[in-house]
Every structure is written in C-alpha cells, then in structure tokens.
C-alpha cells in the first residue's frame, strides 16, 4: 500500500516542505497520495551538493561502489510490491507490467554489481565513461 504523503530526498536528507503534487490514480482518477515538490531553490541546492561530492564518488574503489549497487538491490527488493504499486498507479501499467518492471530492475542492478565485482577495474579509472561513443560502438576502443 502507498502511504499518503511522500517527502523528495536532498543531498541524502528527506525533505518535505509541502505535498503540492497529487499523484492521481490513472485507474479511479482519484488522488492516491501527495509528494512533496522541489522549487527553483531546492534544485540549486541539489545541483551544488552533486557538484560537490563529486570528488569524494570519484574516490570510491571498486568495492565500495559495488557495496552501494548492493544496497540498492536489498533496497529495492524489500519494496517490490510498493514500487510494483506506485507504477499501476502513477502510470497506468497493469500490475503484472509493473511487477514486471521492478524485476527488471532488480535484475539490471543485480547485473551492474557483478560488473563490479568481476571487472569493476575496468570503471576504477572512469576508462569506460571516458572513452568515445563512438569508439565503443566501433569496436575499436584503444
């Protein structure tokens, strides 16, 4: 079940100033819960707080960035059925789409964390982000 109001979360903080958007209920048409929204100011603040913690994620060995692919994955294990839930509800989806989907993300979660685990050397040096697109399309990554 959905609960009635939902905070955003800034700079790793809950943050609830309001509930100024209804999120409606593709189904009945009715308000199935409130979030609370991030005005102009709250997205500044986002944006600085990213840029600072830039140098501190680019730090994070191989390991620790696996251990926060793994914590997603219990994370997002532990409420598939709400996150299954808030996409019937939110978009519309029949709900075995949307459980579907969770899957789905689970799994692709799941995925990216045994590339850390069996090759995450291969992003400690950020080599993969930096390389080309198009050289990686081409096969032709030097």
């Known amino acids: 079940m959905l609960k009635k109001r939902y905070p ?5 903080r809950a943050s609830a100033p309001n509930h100024d958007l209804e999120v409606t209920d593709k189904y009945t048409g ?40 793994e914590h997603c994955v219990a994370r997002f294990t532990e409420r598939q059925e709400e996150l299954a839930l808030a996409l019937c509800i ?12 969770v899957t789905r993300l689970i799994a692709c979660s799941l995925l990216f964390s045994t590339v850390w685990d069996e090759g995450g050397y291969i992003f400690a040096n950020n080599s993969f ?6 050289a990686q399309l081409n096969g032709s990554m030097a």
């Open 8 to 12: 955003y979360y800034l700079a790793s």
């Open 30 to 69: 009715k308000v199935a819960c409130r979030v609370a929204m991030a005005d102009a100011s709250a997205i500044r603040v986002g944006i600085g707080a990213a840029v600072r913690s830039q140098a501190a994620l680019a730090a994070f060995a191989p390991d620790q960035r696996q251990a926060v692919l």
């Open 90 to 101: 939110e978009a519309g989806k029949p709900i075995k789409d949307a459980r579907g989907e």
């Open 129 to 134: 982000r930096t390389t080309p697109a198009s």
